[in-house]
């Protein structure tokens, strides 16, 4: 057997075709153009060159981006009246606050001052309740984007055990909700967590959400599994270890080129949806209740 590629670059790049003619549609009704703010604290090289991508992606489908870059020694109030002045800006739909800000930051604080309706990389604590209620929201980018990786894919995930490794507020808490609306059996593992070759062995789909390079051990993983991997690490890594695992396993996610392009891809198509609710309230006011 040979794994089927869960080829992330190439669907998000067939997806921005899309968008780019979903973009010039939405433009040519009248809308104005969507523009996505990202805010960038400090001077990390990788998270620059993370928003960097970000402000590319939208530029290749047509949509605008406004890049706010602050100093290391923001304060929460000053990060606080920056997202509060993006909230009242009615050009910008999306707001993106790039993960990690500096410590001193109150960074939760941060993610919820974002205005519901502009929160397309779904950090806010209001926009993960709706989304686990299973309710209309923007859910986070990287697990939507894989869920939307899966599906393209038909991967099967109603009844399967998905295993994921990782409960952080941006990446396995809601992966762990989506898959759960989803109908599968789902397992969180953590820095806690006890036996965990043992539960990872169970898994139809394990989700590698931790951050660390290759902390997941192939030999932990059972023939035939769907493995997902959102980790990215100096020298093409992931959070999982893929030695032998292409000869048995049903599916994977090549890092890089698998759930990174998903991400800005599940961002911008979420700005753009943003773009067209928010046309749509100014134009017909007295129907949103
Ligand atoms: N509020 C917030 N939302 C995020 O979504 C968010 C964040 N903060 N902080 C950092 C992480 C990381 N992240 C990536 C996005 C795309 C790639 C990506 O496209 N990577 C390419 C490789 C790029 C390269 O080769 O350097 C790939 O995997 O193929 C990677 C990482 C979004 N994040």
Redesign the pocket.
């Known amino acids: 057997m040979s794994a089927l590629i869960l080829d992330g670059?190439a669907l998000a790049k067939s997806r921005e075709q899309q968008l780019h003619a979903a973009v010039k549609k939405f433009q040519d009704g009248g809308g104005l153009q969507p523009v996505l703010a990202t805010i960038l604290v400090g001077d990390d090289p990788s998270?620059a060159?993370?928003v960097q991508?970000k402000v590319n992606a939208c530029a290749r489908v047509g949509m605008g981006s406004r890049f706010i870059s602050l100093p290391a020694s923001t304060t929460t109030d000053q990060l606080l009246e920056k997202i509060d002045q993006l909230n009242n800006d009615t050009e910008v739909c999306g707001i993106?606050?790039?993960?990690p800000v500096p410590e001193q930051i109150d960074e939760r604080a941060c993610f919820d001052a974002i205005a519901i309706e502009k929160d397309v990389?779904g950090?806010t604590t209001q926009g993960f309740g709706l989304m686990a209620m299973g309710e209309p929201a923007f859910g986070s980018?990287?697990p939507a984007g894989i869920m939307t990786l899966l599906k393209h894919y038909d991967v099967e995930i109603s009844g399967k055990h998905a295993v994921v490794l990782g409960r952080s507020p941006?990446l396995g808490k809601p992966m762990a909700a989506m898959l759960l609306n989803a109908n599968a059996t789902v397992t969180i593992c953590h820095s806690r967590t006890q036996n965990l070759a043992a539960l990872v062995a169970q898994a139809d789909i394990v989700v590698g959400a931790v951050g660390q390079p290759e902390l997941i051990k192939a030999d932990w993983i059972k023939d035939g599994a769907v493995v997902v991997d959102a980790g990215?690490h100096a020298g093409g890594v992931g959070d999982i270890e893929k030695t032998g695992l292409q000869e048995r396993v049903a599916a994977l996610t090549p890092?890089?080129?698998?759930?990174?392009?998903m991400?800005?891809n599940a961002?911008i198509s979420h700005t753009l949806e943003s773009a067209q609710r928010l046309e749509l309230s100014t134009v017909h006011p007295n129907t949103v209740e």
């Open positions: 670059k998270s060159t993370y991508m993106l606050l790039q993960h990389d950090v980018a990287t941006i990215y890092v890089p080129g698998g759930v990174g392009p991400t800005i961002l």
